[in-house]
């Protein structure tokens, strides 16, 4: 089977597609038939090398954690599911032809493969830190880097529970904040006082790491209602960096009952051949996207 890996850390040129033995099921997985791959932005922090004091991993390496497509293998132990289902969830090395799952659930209906694969780890992420924040309905979030994959789910996700929400984005992208039920408002000389204007803010995301944590504690007046998932330097002025999971099951249960509300769609901004994962994390780190990147298999 055909798998991006990489041999060396680095810049995106260390991506290459190869040959490579297929992994198999193990108990309580399942392996997949690839349709489409989800990109994000841990996965070229990975391939940077970013996390080898914390969770470091042995070269030559696969990559990739989100992927969409149909169960061709069971592991022991694993009930509820059968070869041809249609599922989306969470593994390692999806970047390639087949991959094994750890955590899954059935396709949605009305939602294709593409769009499936982008909504695992963002879904669990947004779940996770607007948990942490502690912000409550009729309370105000703000969102800094509200308009990619973790930033629409956080919206959608804050609407339905009657969180009213205040999300920053590029000038381009204001509508689709608007449209996914958001305040918005852009970046640039007087941001602040912009989001002043539009009312008090109870707790804040940093979702890019674009250098924003001293406002937002400034605007939410405690470094304790602010969360990064962005900027590992945030803990040296007193926010919590979140990059732990929390229940890749649940999450995707709750992902499923979103969808299925029609309270929750990330939409695809772009979608890349297999071979053109280099080109996927050269714009994925480059940012200003709307919704999600996906490789098609």
Known sequence: MKKVMFA?????????????????????????????????????????????????????????????????????????VQ?????????????AELAVLGAWAALPDGITFDEAAGYPSVVETALRIIDQVGVRPGQTLLVSG????????VLQIARDRGIAVIGIAGAANQDYLRSLGAIATTYGDGWVERVRRLGNVDAALDLTGSGVIGELIELTSDPQRVISIADLDAPRLGVRFSGVASSMKDALTQAVDLISRGRLRIPVSRSYPLADAAAAHVDSRAGHTRGRRVLVV
């Open 83 to 95: 070869i041809g289902d249609h599922v989306f969830g969470e593994g390692s090395d999806t970047y």
């Open 8 to 80: 060396e850390f680095g810049g995106p040129e260390v991506l290459q597609l190869l040959d490579a033995d297929e992994p198999h099921a193990g108990p309580g997985q399942v392996r997949i038939r690839v349709h489409a791959a989800g990109v994000n932005p841990r996965d070229w922090r990975v391939r940077e090398g970013q996390f080898q004091q914390t969770q470091p991993i042995e070269l030559p390496a696969g990559i990739g954690l989100d992927a969409a497509g149909i169960v061709d293998e069971i592991g022991d132990g694993v009930s509820g």
């Open 146 to 153: 509200a308009a990619g994959g973790v930033g629409s789910a």
